[in-house]
């Protein structure tokens, strides 16, 4: 209804990156958050708050198979919902989220970019249950085309059902 309607969701093979080479988890979160600013789907304090965030409030999980991370930062960040989605070519370590003694080294980034914490909210529990499913994220780790991806998620993560109003 006019204002009240979500905006869409943002999610194409140009927020999909593969074979990411990186160090550290800065790289890597320097590396997809600049993607989307490069875009334009996230203001320039994007960046630097995703980064910041993961300092203070780690998001990797040593999810069965293939270890996940799901940085995320505030709403005001953001210039239009996405997420983006970066295969790292060699995992690498992200503090575990919830313990900060403890890492995990990860090959999946899903990196949120959302305008309105309540579909970020929804999103997360989307992704949890996805991430339960060990084939799930041993195909997309083993997907070389984003294409395939992108069809994958989509579905899996009922993205199209994303757009419309909240239930």
């Known amino acids: 209804?006019?204002?009240?309607?979500?905006?869409?969701i943002v999610f194409d093979e140009s927020v999909i990156l593969l074979d990411v080479e990186a160090e550290t988890k800065e790289e890597v979160l320097e590396t997809v958050a600049q993607n989307l600013l490069d875009k334009g789907l996230v203001k320039e304090s994007f960046v630097p708050a995703i980064?910041?965030?993961?300092?203070e409030f780690?998001?990797?999980?040593?999810?069965?198979?293939?270890?996940?991370?799901?940085?995320?930062?505030?709403?005001?960040?953001?210039?239009?919902?996405?997420?983006?989605?970066?295969?790292?070519?060699?995992?690498?370590?992200?503090?575990?989220?919830?313990?900060d003694s403890q890492?995990?080294?990860?090959?999946?980034?899903?990196?949120?970019?959302?305008?309105?914490?309540?579909?970020q909210l929804s999103l997360l529990q989307k992704l949890m249950q996805v991430f339960q499913n060990e084939e799930t994220l041993k195909y997309l780790i083993s997907q070389h085309k984003k294409t395939a991806i992108k069809n994958f998620l989509e579905?899996?993560?009922?993205?199209?059902?994303?757009?419309?109003?909240?239930?």
């Open 1 to 8: 209804m006019g204002l009240m309607r979500m905006s869409k």
């Open 51 to 55: 980064i910041d965030r993961e300092k």
């Open 58 to 99: 780690a998001t990797g999980l040593p999810t069965a198979g293939v270890s996940v991370a799901i940085p995320h930062t505030d709403v005001e960040h953001v210039n239009q919902k996405t997420i983006s989605v970066a295969l790292l070519k060699e995992p690498v370590d992200f503090v575990i989220m919830g313990d």
């Open 103 to 119: 890492t995990t080294p990860v090959q999946i980034v899903f990196m949120l970019a959302m305008d309105e914490s309540h579909s």
């Open 155 to 167: 579905e899996k993560l009922e993205l199209l059902a994303l757009e419309g109003g909240e239930k």
